[in-house]
């Protein structure tokens, strides 16, 4: 008897976008409710600002900022929805990076120190090769691959401190992120890379576009006027269809998520597992080096320089990310516009009302938290989709789903 | 000398104390890696809890009496505050971790980023900046314990040990070390100690002895969180002026590093933490440390880069991790979600 295969619903890909979107709307609500909780106990803000301020959580996309009368206007923001594009970039490849990572079983937690060496290397590249003897293009495509380099080495360190020592990535990831954040300041602190030009930007890196290196917009500025967004985003997403195709139509793929699920059947199985371990972090770390090649590439984005006591979000903004889409790189692609649209909000909500974008974050807090028990979640609506099961289903394809379930948590 | 041991008690009793809570989360068999964030929601609180109170001017007239017990009192008061709410903080941890088996790691990585997004935004709406300050004055002239309040003068010599151990102390260091070896006792020498250890190394086997697991669970990361909360507090207190700013600079990180580099054992992690908190101390004070009092500050003049100093503490963890990582023995069951189902 010939099967059907389960319906939309009771699909395992079904099930994790919708405990994603449960994940989402939770996080949406608890910042909400922190914004009210804060509008009601302090007199100086009240019940319609905590109004406006919970409007905006949602839509804030889609805010247009107040009309004279100070209520808030909607609409299409071509500006807003352009920037989240380009600030997407950036997420969408620490976010796979993130997910490559844990594909392979590992917790790659040192996006921030990747992303700040590619960040560095883009940067040295595309300022110091001179445009006048050089063609612009070239220097862009040196920086872009400089970038990737110095992310992949970065990323390759604890990947080695984990494969040959055994030391805890996440901890090694951790150290690699400061000694980052240490050692970036370290090479541009008396640099000629410092832009002493405009003396209001004390401790910025100069624009990119200062020896005419720039991103090009590919006609995107067109369609979202006034807004950042260039062919950045055009080059993410090919990226993460590419990182989509390695993981599950290459022999490295199937070689990287064999030493994900089990290490040492892996390595009884005849693979290498130190080297894969050390290229996975290498691939994840190179991801992240892109990210901060697309972003500072841009022509017109400006490195603060010092930054030994911070590490950057867009880094550690890769994991929810990347949680969110369970790590599937195309599901990736719009994670990373969503958390996007977070900062857009979170800028919103600083510049119209009392609120801080500091909300954002907490939401997204709220969601990782969420995501590290997806599981259940997703168990939970397993249960509820076996309710409503019509009887013709046979027990047939039960184990099946269970096989599914046991692969996706590993 | 003097300048170097105090600093460097300053940095490494919080790294101790820190340390140890993370002990008592991973020996009962719970990976927590949120120390920094809860050390950030402690430090926040009990600021806030300094703050609050002098904003209602309960202490003001101790502080005008110069009563400085009442001041010490104060002092424990807002340590045990922040670490309630360390304690209550970490119950997100445990509820994800033990209830709902969830991923340790990534729940503790939620709290990491939830404690400084929930600080910033709280700091952001009550102090209109990105920091909290004491409402009144400063950690000194509030809290430090001075000569003076030993009848000593201001130019009365107090001999070597007198100034470095009495003179511009806090007193929540001495609390600190106090509390370490009080717990670690406990840890090792009482029947509830060996309990919770063994809910790390084999959950199954101790069930059936009768041992509630997850409850040995919740209590390891509670206490831990406890203790977190308090040492972020102290930090903030002791390095930071008694301000909040949602940020502990990775100490939280560097006390699991520390942690780990100890074996999971209190006195191994006793003698780590002061090495790492030299460390700290000459990244954060190289360039006034006047090693033998000869008014040379050698460290400032060699010349290197004080970035390089401020790399050390994490260079010479990840080298130090390196040489030691092949002999360290974690609790067995660390990170694994207890099921009574499981054999």
């Not at chain 2, 980023?113 to 002239?141: C, E, H, K, W």
């Amino acid at each position: 008897m010939k099967q059907r295969g389960p319906n939309l619903l009771e699909r395992e890909g079904t099930r994790s976008v919708l405990a994603s979107m449960i994940s989402i709307i939770i996080g949406m609500l608890v910042g909400s409710i922190l914004i009210l909780i804060m509008g009601l106990s302090n007199s100086s803000l009240g019940l319609s600002s905590a109004w406006d301020g919970i409007r905006l959580v949602f839509g804030g996309l889609f805010s247009t900022g107040r009309s004279a009368s100070g209520a808030l206007t909607w609409g299409f923001n071509s500006t807003s929805i352009g920037n989240m594009l380009f600030r997407a970039t950036p997420l969408i490849m620490t976010g796979l990076s993130v997910a490559v990572a844990f594909k392979t079983g590992l917790f790659n937690i040192g996006a921030p120190g990747q992303y700040l060496m590619g960040t560095a290397a883009s940067l040295i590249i595309a300022l110091g090769i001179p445009s006048e003897t050089v063609p612009a293009g070239l220097i862009w495509l040196l920086a872009f691959l400089g970038g990737a380099l110095a992310g992949a080495i970065w990323g390759a360190i604890p990947g080695m401190l984990k494969a040959f020592l055994n030391i805890n990535e996440v901890l090694a990831c951790i150290m690699t992120n400061w000694i980052a954040a240490n050692l970036v300041t370290w090479v541009f602190d008396g640099s000629n890379y410092r832009n002493l030009v405009e003396n209001t930007k004390s401790a910025y890196i100069y624009k990119t576009a200062y020896n005419n290196v720039a991103t090009p917009k590919l006609g995107l500025d067109a369609i979202f006027p006034n807004s950042q967004v260039n062919g950045g985003i055009i080059i993410a997403v090919v990226l993460a269809v590419l990182v989509y195709i390695l993981m599950t139509k290459t022999t490295l793929g199937y070689e990287l998520k064999a030493c994900g699920s089990n290490r040492h059947a892996a390595r009884y199985a005849g693979i290498n597992d130190k080297r894969n371990i050390v290229l996975s972090m290498a691939i994840a770390g190179a991801l992240s080096g892109i990210a901060a090649s697309l972003y500072y590439l841009s022509g017109n984005t400006e490195f603060f320089w010092a930054t030994y006591q911070s590490l950057p979000a867009t880094g550690f903004n890769g994991i929810p990310v990347a949680l969110l889409a369970v790590n599937h790189p195309i599901g990736v692609i719009f994670t990373g516009c969503f958390m996007s649209m977070l900062d857009i909000v979170g800028l919103q909500l600083t510049n119209l009302t009392a609120y801080n974008e500091y909300i954002t974050d907490v939401i997204i807090s709220v969601i990782v938290y969420l995501s590290a028990f997806s599981l259940v979640i997703k168990m939970m609506l397993t249960k509820r989709g076996k309710k409503g099961k019509t009887p013709t289903r046979t027990a047939g394809d039960a184990p099946a789903q269970t096989a599914e379930k046991g692969g996706e948590s590993a | 000398m003097t300048f170097l041991i105090q600093q460097t008690l300053i940095y490494a009793i919080p790294l101790m104390i820190v340390a140890l809570a993370g002990v008592y989360a991973e020996r009962s068999g719970i990976i927590n890696l949120a120390l920094e964030g809860i050390m950030i929601f402690g430090a926040f609180v009990g600021v806030l809890f300094v703050n609050l109170t002098q904003q209602a001017g309960t202490f003001d007239a101790a502080k005008a009496a110069g009563d400085w017990v009442a001041l010490q009192g104060f002092e424990l008061l807002a340590m045990l505050v922040a670490a309630i709410m360390g304690a209550i903080f970490s119950l997100l941890l445990s509820f994800a971790s033990v209830n709902l088996k969830a991923d340790q790691t990534i729940g503790g990585t939620a709290l990491n980023l939830m404690a400084p997004a929930l600080v910033l935004f709280l700091i952001r709406i009550i102090a209109n900046q990105n920091t909290l300050q004491m409402y009144t004055g400063d950690a000194a002239s509030w809290f430090m314990i001075k000569k003076s309040l030993f009848g000593y003068g201001r130019n009365d010599e107090m001999g070597f040990l007198g100034s470095t151990f009495i003179d511009k102390v806090y007193l929540a260091t001495y609390v600190c070390i106090l509390l370490f070896v009080i717990l670690s006792i406990i840890l090792y020498k009482t029947r509830f100690g060996l309990r919770l250890r063994s809910c790390g190394e084999n959950p199954q086997a101790a069930d059936s002895l009768g041992i509630n697991v997850y409850k040995m669970r919740y209590i390891g990361t509670t206490i831990s969180g406890a203790l977190a909360g308090m040492g972020g507090f102290v930090y903030a207190l002791t390095t930071a002026n008694c301000a909040s700013t949602g940020d502990v600079a990775g100490f939280g990180f560097l006390a699991l590093a520390v942690m780990i580099f100890g074996n999971w054992k209190p006195l191994n992690i006793a003698g780590a933490s002061l090495l790492f908190g030299l460390f700290k101390c000459v990244a954060a004070a190289y360039s006034s440390i006047d090693i033998n009092g000869d008014g040379v500050f050698l460290l400032a003049q060699i010349g290197i880069s004080p970035h390089f100093y401020r790399m050390l503490p994490y260079l010479i963890t990840l080298i130090v991790l390196a040489f030691t990582s092949k002999k360290s023995r974690a609790p067995k069951a660390e990170g694994i979600p207890y099921d009574k189902g499981q054999r």
